[in-house]
């Protein structure tokens, strides 16, 4: 069978053949909105059970987890901790904070600490964290900070876009960006699920 290649001789320049206007467009546009719809991907149960299940277990609300698996494509593997996030003001963190983190199962826990919090320190007092280093200061060039951010990740050996970045400031929410993390989340948020 061959192609008729000749041009449509209704169509003038800057047509983009498109549908026409003729009858039949209302049924046309029926079947080509259902056909859309039909590719619209649709989790199988048990995966969907799974994967709230593994919501759970990070201390994620389900929209949250779901989101980030969206846009990275991977599992959240590890969360990435400020001092501010983490309500540390000594070495040791308040006891609602350590008992989340406790409860955190299959990802790693780092945290990024601002001076004069000394990350030998607050490592020795808090062994649920994996990994403890300083934080990038606000005087920090945007280099130096994403050196440092991806520096604890790599140290860890996880893949940067599989970590959640969870802080209080703006200037923790530029470590998302700076060290192509999965994502930020803010501190009250990410903890407000034990909240009363």
Same mark, same amino acid.
């Given at each position: ?92 963190? @308040? ?40 934080? @990038? ?60």
């Amino acid at each position: 069978m061959q192609t008729d290649l000749t041009p449509n001789p209704r169509a003038i320049p800057g047509h983009n053949n498109g549908p026409t206007m003729e009858r039949g467009f209302a049924y046309r546009k029926h079947c080509w909105t259902k056909a859309r719809r039909a590719l619209v991907p649709t989790l199988p149960l048990m995966v969907l059970k799974m994967r709230v299940a593994r919501a759970k277990e990070l201390g994620l609300d389900y929209k949250t987890y779901a989101g980030v698996r969206a846009s990275t494509g991977r599992d959240v593997i590890g969360f990435l901790f400020s001092s501010n996030a983490l309500r540390l003001v000594k070495t040791t963190m @308040p006891e609602e904070r350590l008992k989340d983190l406790s409860a955190i199962r299959d990802a790693g826990k780092l945290a990024l600490v601002h001076p004069p919090l000394a990350p030998a320190d607050i490592a020795a007092a808090n062994p649920v964290l994996d990994a403890v280093a300083a934080a @990038p200061l606000f005087t920090d060039s945007w280099s130096a900070a994403r050196d440092q951010v991806r520096a604890i990740i790599l140290d860890q050996r996880l893949p940067s876009d599989g970590v959640l970045v969870i802080g209080d400031t703006s200037l923790e929410r530029g470590w998302a960006d700076a060290g192509r993390t999965a994502g930020y989340l803010p501190a009250a948020r990410y903890f407000e699920r034990t909240a009363p």
